[in-house]
């Protein structure tokens, strides 16, 4: 069950992205939508309900250094981080529990990262491409570096290397490649709302137990 809870808090940490408003950090603040696919090199029968279990649709808010990330698929539905703990929320589909976990550290191991030649365009914008590359597989990004977003407000997201992402490309990715494991998730922005979200989208539920998986998957 641990192996299973710590699969979903990978995957979601990897998706993380992020004008200027009311808020104390220069940045996007509002929500994008995302498409989200998964593919397979061979037959896979764990991973072929994987698409199943995320859905095909992530909303991710974000407003300073906060994002709230809802799925809708059959097992993660609800993530919650705050760059000033470092600490990230999970809510599980018929669960009553949160699982936290700190993500200042990684497990996984960095080989490279460096900015690719590739564009695409995305809902009309010209997108750069960046590459990170791990023990665990390679993340692609393509971002419009016009949509500025200052690094400071996920400089503690070490897990999932998004502090080197933002570090590096300083704006909300529109579109992530996750490879890893003999499968594939990509994540496609089909949309982009600069509305400022409400605070209470990003207040974690103080109501359900919490139960810590710091440490349980650190070396």
């Not at 080989?111 to 010209?126: C, D, P, Q, Y």
Request: one cysteine or more; glycine letters at 6%.
């Amino acid at each position: 069950m641990k192996k299973y809870i710590y699969l979903f808090i990978f995957i979601c940490s990897s998706c993380t992205t992020v004008r200027k408003s009311n808020s104390r950090f220069d940045g996007f603040n509002g929500m994008i939508i995302y498409r989200v696919s998964i593919s397979y090199s061979g037959y896979n029968p764990q991973l072929a309900s994987r698409q199943k279990q995320m859905g095909d649709t992530l909303k991710v808010y974000f407003k300073d250094d906060k994002y709230y990330m809802k799925y809708n698929g059959t097992d993660l539905i609800e993530t919650w981080y705050d760059n000033n703990s470092g600490l990230q929320y999970n809510l599980i589909k018929d669960h009553d529990t949160l699982y936290v976990d700190n993500t200042k550290s990684s497990i996984d191991r960095l080989k490279e990262s460096f900015a690719m030649n590739n564009t695409e365009r995305i809902l009309g914008r010209v997108c750069n491409s960046y590459s990170i590359k791990s023990d665990n597989g390679e993340a692609i990004y393509f971002y419009d570096s016009s949509l500025y977003i200052d690094p400071r407000r996920f400089c503690n997201h070490k897990f999932g290397f998004v502090d080197i992402y933002y570090k590096n490309c300083k704006a909300p990715y529109l579109k992530h490649i996750k490879t890893s494991g003999g499968y594939t998730i990509t994540y496609e922005a089909v949309e982009i709302n600069e509305t400022m979200p409400p605070d209470s989208i990003f207040n974690i539920p103080g109501q359900l137990p919490i139960y810590s998986l710091i440490n349980m998957h650190r070396p």
